[in-house]
């Protein structure tokens, strides 16, 4: 049974579910496949384990408890304060695994790929960051990233496989946002729009700021990966954004742009009833093409596929030359700490078999 | 780059679709992706072309020429006689792939990947046998079969990516029959049963016989290998399967089979009348259960997104422990030749990425 090394950065919900798959999955599958995950080096934004070979299972269940105890990976015994990740890197190749939501990693990110290294990216900044940094990151088949449109939803390795059977893409549709999906839809329920941020934002559907989801830019990054998977140029700048609060509300707290959300209550219930009115309704909508990528709040027939959407599901609809009269979809709940760790898990097999013979 | 040595068996509409699939892959993308599929050998039933290194592509190209103009690869001037495809395996391991719809081939197959050839299928047969011939056939990851459900759907690797992440299968359900599709679908527009069928019987969306359609048996082994890929040791005969047409019909010929049509349409128009009565339609509906496996026709809501299918649309929805709320599913058109051909390749393309780095 092979050894397949993997350094890990980030420790939060994603990379905490990740670390457990990966225990599950070299305890129950790992013989029957002929190889097991070693974890060589695990990292949060304070701290890290390091190993020469692997970190014991006892050590990785260790630091999930401290972790979910509110501690960091400088906290466990075996931890230690970390400087910079980049020294963690072992000499020989590794799977590089990015859980984190930084940015500015990009640079670093290319060296490792460079160095031998393979990347899988729950991480959606590196690949929204400038077209040559994508390019030189996918180039080659060096770098994965399933998890980042779509969570564990087949969303890239579909549009991957398209394309490698010689499809082209003539447009790809649909709603990419679990928190923004839940909104609408608490919209059509009668809710008010602040009560509906608020109970997403309660539920942990939102980031910590909520104008992260509502100024429509993560959704953007999600319409550029495919777009720029599909071999469309394009920068995040030429992604047309419509956001779901006025420039008023951009410079408040947190705290203040809470109390301010019921202002915006009576445009988006006016909004929704002159929809309801002709049998539509109100969803946050993608649209990929190779001209055009924009994203924003759009008003759909109730019965069509984007308008049947209820809570957090995503959908995702390829129209291509040969799915050109019918095209082919992939639908399900987007989001979530459990089915993105196994989108990124699912990419880490994929490499780990094409290296098992080597 | 690397020469993947490939023996392709059938060379109907799938076998002919793929070979021109191969030969624009290896033109667009072998070169960036490091690999070519070389053909050391091509089988239709009477004849065979083969190669010590590869058959070149102006000879493919005039066997897909030949079998268009009604001839056989024995009619093409390099090809040659065909007793058995089995002496067409070279000594070291190769791609094997079927396209054929043959039964009975079962034991040359295992014995070809127990000598360490990798077998891709489009043939469902195979799978739908004895359950140990499935066992020994996909122990190892030795045998891909994307193309058996849903043609170029992404339901086999969705399937599997599920199952290797740890998920399990609680219940698959959905509708895995264009043919049945279209008809029930025509049904719907107040479309005769018996003109439906000879409708789908011109367009070649039926078998030559199209009681191998309405039987349900197509579907019954669909079903069955995904039970199977589930983990759920079941045999054929051990799914219930509703035909739909009754068993005084069954001694027919084909000719008098279809004169025979309309005395079923009086039945199918009352069956579907009482269902749109009640907002309700027909659709041929698979389950899979750990431990129920049944296919027939079913009344459904319209507004259901089994009921929402239109014409050869397939629908594969996965309820599992992590998508237990809200499933995954996948929809999009699951039968023609070139949508499985596309299936077969992407198969071909993830053995070869596999086999790169030996």
């Not at 013989?31 to 070693?38: I, S, T, V």
């Not at 304070?46 to 990976?73: C, F, M």
């Not at 999600?222 to 609060?245: C, H, N, P």
Request: glycine share 10%; net charge negative.
């Amino acid at each position: 049974v092979r050894r397949i090394p993997v350094l890990q950065i980030g420790f939060g919900g994603v990379g905490r579910a990740l670390v457990e798959q990966v225990l599950h999955f070299n305890e129950r599958l790992g013989g029957q496949y002929g190889f097991r995950f070693a974890y060589t080096g695990l990292a949060d934004s304070q701290g890290a384990i390091v190993a020469d070979e692997r970190i014991p299972p006892a050590v990785l269940l260790q630091a999930l408890a401290t972790k979910q105890a509110g501690g960091s990976l400088v906290d466990v015994p075996e931890g230690g304060p970390l400087n910079d990740w980049r020294n963690l890197l072992t000499p020989s190749p590794c799977l590089l695994i990015d859980t984190t939501a930084q940015s500015g990693v990009e640079d670093a990110l290319v060296a490792a790929v460079e160095q031998g290294h393979r990347l899988v990216l729950a991480n959606k900044k590196p690949l929204a960051a400038s077209y040559d940094t994508f390019r030189v990151l996918t180039t080659g088949a060096r770098t994965r990233y399933e998890a980042t449109v779509g969570a564990g939803l087949p969303v890239i390795s579909t549009l991957r496989s398209l394309l490698d059977t010689g499809d082209s893409i003539q447009r790809i549709e649909g709603c990419f946002s679990g928190t923004l999906g839940f909104l609408t839809h608490q919209l059509e329920q009668g809710v008010l729009f602040s009560d509906a941020v608020r109970d997403a934002r309660q539920r942990g559907w939102t980031e910590p700021d909520p104008r992260d989801d509502l100024s429509g830019v993560d959704v953007a990054r999600k319409a550029l990966i495919l777009a720029r998977t599909s071999g469309f140029q394009f920068e995040l700048s030429d992604v047309t954004v419509e956001s779901l609060y006025p420039p008023t509300l951009v410079d408040l707290s947190v705290a203040q742009f809470m109390d301010q959300l019921p202002v915006l209550d009576d445009h988006y219930r006016t909004h929704y009833v002159s929809a309801a009115d002709q049998a539509q309704t109100l969803r946050y909508v993608a649209h990929v093409t190779a001209t055009n990528l924009n994203v924003g709040l759009a008003t759909v027939a109730i019965d069509s596929p984007v308008g049947s959407l209820r809570g957090p599901d995503n959908l995702v609809v390829y129209h291509t030359e040969r799915y050109a009269h019918c095209p082919l979809s992939v639908r399900g709940p987007g989001a979530g700490t459990e089915v993105t760790a196994s989108g990124v898990l699912s990419d880490m097999i994929a490499f780990a078999r094409e290296w098992l013979s080597r």
